[in-house]
């Protein structure tokens, strides 16, 4: 079965308002995840990255928390643009493997 | 500095016949990884390639598929005597460093497999 897996396969989120997608894992072995960003047509392109001995990381406008103890990590987006409507795909690096993804809309 | 670039990126086959589908990684990546998508789902991790050596083929279905990446030449994976469910699009990822490296993986923009 899949390591990584989302929590919800669609978010509905208003222009301006922050965005946040959630993805559990199972492989306690995992020490790097990656969150990265499918729009229509397009291959995967990386957004942001954790190692497991950090529990948050910044980027522009993104954020990734990490949870070892329940195996959780997040990507929160800041100010959701219509250009952040993508599907979202965390993944881990022990077994290459990807989610089912959240497909991100936003709403004008 | 081209990315990843997977050719054709649409490809259309008879049921039946074969398709190759091409992948040159970046620039100085030596491992390649094959994934399938199919409509509305994820990607399936189907094999990981080093220069000239299969490491990994664990997502690959045992007949029909198979994958190379010669020593000169893009990563091929051919699939035959192709079947609808066949159908998808299928995307090609390469890293400078292998499975479980930082650097993460670029990918390309795929193929887009329709069998007819």
């Given at each position: 079965?899949?390591?990584?897996?989302l929590?919800?396969p669609t978010?509905s989120?208003q222009?301006?308002?922050n965005?946040?997608i959630?993805c559990?894992y199972?492989n306690?072995?995992s020490?790097?995840?990656?969150?990265?960003k499918?729009e229509?047509g397009?291959g995967?392109?990386?957004i942001?990255d954790?190692r497991?001995?950090?529990?948050?990381r910044?980027?522009?406008?993104?954020?990734?928390?990490?949870?070892k103890?329940?195996?959780?990590?997040s990507?929160?987006?800041a100010?959701?643009q219509?250009?952040?409507s993508a599907?979202?795909?965390?993944a881990?690096?022990k077994?290459?493997?990807f989610?089912a993804?959240?497909t991100?809309?936003v709403?004008a | 500095?081209a990315?990843?670039?997977?050719?054709p990126?649409?490809l259309?086959?008879?049921?039946?016949q074969?398709a190759?589908?091409?992948?040159?990684?970046?620039?100085?990546?030596?491992?390649?990884y094959?994934?399938?998508?199919l409509?509305?789902?994820?990607?399936?991790?189907m094999v990981?390639?080093?220069?000239?050596?299969i490491?990994?083929?664990?997502g690959?279905?045992?007949?029909?598929?198979s994958?190379?990446?010669p020593k000169e030449g893009?990563?091929?994976?051919?699939?035959q005597?192709v079947?609808?469910?066949?159908s998808?699009?299928y995307?090609c990822?390469s890293s400078?460093?292998?499975?479980?490296?930082p650097d993460?993986?670029?990918?390309?923009s795929?193929?887009?497999?329709t069998?007819?």
């Amino acid at each position: 079965g899949e390591s990584v897996g989302l929590h919800l396969p669609t978010l509905s989120v208003q222009e301006g308002d922050n965005s946040i997608i959630n993805c559990a894992y199972s492989n306690s072995a995992s020490d790097y995840f990656i969150w990265y960003k499918q729009e229509s047509g397009k291959g995967p392109q990386f957004i942001i990255d954790i190692r497991s001995n950090m529990d948050k990381r910044q980027g522009q406008r993104v954020t990734v928390l990490l949870n070892k103890t329940v195996k959780h990590l997040s990507l929160q987006i800041a100010a959701t643009q219509p250009g952040d409507s993508a599907v979202y795909f965390c993944a881990e690096n022990k077994k290459l493997s990807f989610g089912a993804g959240t497909t991100v809309t936003v709403r004008a | 500095n081209a990315g990843v670039m997977q050719n054709p990126r649409h490809l259309v086959r008879r049921r039946g016949q074969e398709a190759r589908l091409r992948c040159s990684p970046m620039k100085g990546h030596s491992h390649v990884y094959w994934y399938r998508q199919l409509p509305e789902e994820g990607l399936k991790f189907m094999v990981y390639l080093q220069k000239e050596n299969i490491i990994d083929e664990s997502g690959m279905p045992k007949e029909r598929f198979s994958a190379e990446f010669p020593k000169e030449g893009p990563s091929i994976l051919r699939i035959q005597q192709v079947v609808r469910g066949d159908s998808a699009a299928y995307f090609c990822a390469s890293s400078f460093a292998g499975q479980g490296a930082p650097d993460g993986y670029t990918f390309g923009s795929g193929t887009r497999l329709t069998v007819v």
